[in-house]
């Protein structure tokens, strides 16, 4: 899952990527509001940590023109403002979880994740597909009840498609949310990832669907 963290502080910043990061997230890093709003409305994300404390334009104003132009990304706002006042403004303005500085990365972590699934519209952390498993708390993988150890990039992927089950999901698309901004988004990339889960989990689970993309078998 792409996602972008939009704090100009760069030791926060980097503390956010790298808690995303841990949490299964290609996270990357915009320390501006400009930049910000032509990312989020340019680029496709799974979720957006977008603090409200920004130079060049302020994080609400991003927010509202996100939701003006219609881009519907989970948003999970940060601010060192604390009134309620100032959390309703957010909220109303579009936001879909509201944290206040200072907080823990654990606590964001798991509102972020949260976020995530209720924008698919799954409220569990558990995702059951079949024969599968997926703790999403935990990032752990099962089939038929066991357990199979995957990498990261391995996760990160069979996640996305659980996710999205309903649909299949085009290789562009994954890659965007493999690799996030890196370079090497090769299509030979993303084919060796799924060969590899094919033979940890068996060929049943992951279905190409031709002309499509890949979709987690049974879940349509």
Not at 54 to 63: A, H, I, Q, W
Not at 97 to 114: G, I, Q, S, T, W
Request: charged share 25%; net charge neutral; aromatic share 6%.
């Amino acid at each position: 899952m792409r996602a972008l963290c939009v704090e100009d502080d760069p030791r926060i910043a980097a503390d956010l990527a790298g808690a995303l990061g841990r949490a299964g997230f290609a996270a990357e890093i915009c320390g501006d509001g400009e930049e910000a709003w032509f990312l989020g409305d340019t680029e496709e994300y799974g979720l957006i940590v977008l603090d409200l404390g920004l130079p060049r334009m302020d994080g609400l104003s991003v927010l509202k023109r996100w939701r003006a132009a219609g881009r519907q990304v989970p948003v999970l706002v940060l601010t060192a403002r604390g009134s309620w006042q100032e959390r309703v403004e957010g909220i109303d303005a579009g936001a879909d979880d509201y944290l206040p500085k200072p907080f823990r990365m654990e606590e964001l972590v798991a509102r972020a994740r949260a976020l995530v699934r209720r924008s698919a519209g799954q409220g569990a952390p558990r995702q059951e597909i079949g024969a599968l498993s997926l703790d999403t708390t935990r990032m752990t993988v099962a089939i038929g009840g066991q357990p199979v150890a995957v990498t990261a990039l391995e996760y990160r992927l069979l996640a996305y498609l659980a996710l999205h089950r309903a649909r299949p999901v085009p290789p562009t698309e994954l890659l965007d949310h493999l690799y996030g901004d890196e370079d090497a988004r090769e299509a030979n990339a993303l084919e060796a990832v799924v060969a590899r889960l094919r033979r940890k989990l068996g060929r049943g689970v992951i279905a190409t669907r031709r002309g499509f993309g890949y979709q987690i078998e049974g879940a349509a």
